[in-house]
Nanobody
Framework: VQLQASGGGLVQPGGSLRLSCVAS????????MHWYRQAPGKQREFVAT???????NYADSAKGRFTISRDNAKDTVYLQMDSLKPEDTAVYYC????????????????WGQGTQVTVSS
């Protein structure tokens, strides 16, 4: 199972970016999909979650500025980030809860390689 994140880059404060993450491999069902981030010298932290039914949950730092969405037909999760701040600078990782074809259930069972987001003037 692989997750491929993309869409990061350098953006000025107040700008926007849209991250994407595509899942592939032996996946029977994807339940929740998540975004986390890790800034230099800090622990990885939760950003947002979306369930298979579309319910969402955000970290306080993301509320009102970030929007998580998903395309179930494409096994893809997105993170629209608006009003970006320098403190949003981090490597952004996607993860997911899923069931494989053998019937095993995984929680945060796979992680992408991350995509760098840098917010700077």
């Amino acid at each position: 199972v692989q997750l491929q994140a993309s869409g990061g880059g350098l953006v000025q404060p107040g700008g926007s970016l849209r991250l994407s993450c595509v899942a592939s491999g032996s996946i029977f069902v994807i339940n929740a999909m998540h975004w986390y981030r890790q800034a230099p010298g800090k622990q990885r932290e939760f950003v947002a979650t979306i369930t298979s039914s579309g319910s969402t949950n955000y970290a306080d730092s993301a509320k009102g500025r970030f929007t998580i969405s998903r395309d179930n037909a494409k096994d893809t999760v997105y993170l629209q980030m608006d009003s970006l701040k320098p403190e949003d600078t981090a490597v952004y990782y996607c993860s997911m809860d899923y069931i494989d074809y053998a019937g095993y259930t995984y929680s945060l069972g796979s992680w992408g390689q991350g995509t760098q987001v840098t917010v700077s003037s």
